[in-house]
């Protein structure tokens, strides 16, 4: 009986999901490039941060040089954050809306930032819970170089993305991010 129960849970789960995607693309398709590119937030410190994930997803022998309060300031604080996981809402419905333009290389690409976008959110929830309770700085300062390396991934497979199939954005793009 609670296998039945379970199962139930995981189709209704798994429904919400599909349907809550489908309506989030039916609104999404009204919306014209402009209005998704309005959704970004200026990000501050971008060199700093791409720094941060270097370290992060190239790690050398001085791979930890950055002190985390220094990554705390360099992202913004709570706040800064905030940005990050606004803007992963809004590169992904960036990258939805060039999919239409190289469907096959396009879903790949989106697919990827879904990935970065989930470990992002992930990391920013692990560090505001941290701040909150603890403030221990190795664990506030893994989940953000994490969240930190996701956002500047999602980034660049989002440029890449654009690159490739609609060079002329690149530039406006590149200014709003």
Not at 123 to 149: D, M, N, Y
């Amino acid at each position: 009986m609670s296998g039945v129960i379970l199962l139930s849970g995981l189709f209704v789960g798994a429904f919400g999901y599909q349907a809550r995607a489908l309506l989030r693309r039916r609104v999404l398709e009204r919306n014209t490039w402009d209005d998704l590119l309005s959704k970004v937030e200026a990000v501050k410190n971008r060199e700093r941060l791409v720094e941060i994930a270097d370290l992060y997803l190239q790690p050398g022998s001085k791979q930890l040089r950055i002190e985390p309060w220094e990554m705390w300031r360099d992202v913004g604080g709570l706040s800064g954050l905030s940005r990050l996981y606004q803007n992963a809402e809004a590169m992904l419905d960036l990258a939805w809306y060039a999919e239409r333009w190289n469907d096959e290389n396009g879903r790949v690409i989106t697919e990827m930032m879904r990935r970065d976008a989930a470990r992002l959110k992930r990391s920013i929830t692990r560090v505001s819970l941290l701040f909150l309770v603890t403030r221990g700085h190795a664990q506030i300062a893994f989940h953000l170089q994490e969240a930190i390396a996701s956002y500047c991934l999602m980034r660049a497979r989002l440029f890449g993305m654009y690159t490739d199939v609609h060079i002329g954005l690149v530039p406006r793009l590149s200014e709003a991010l």
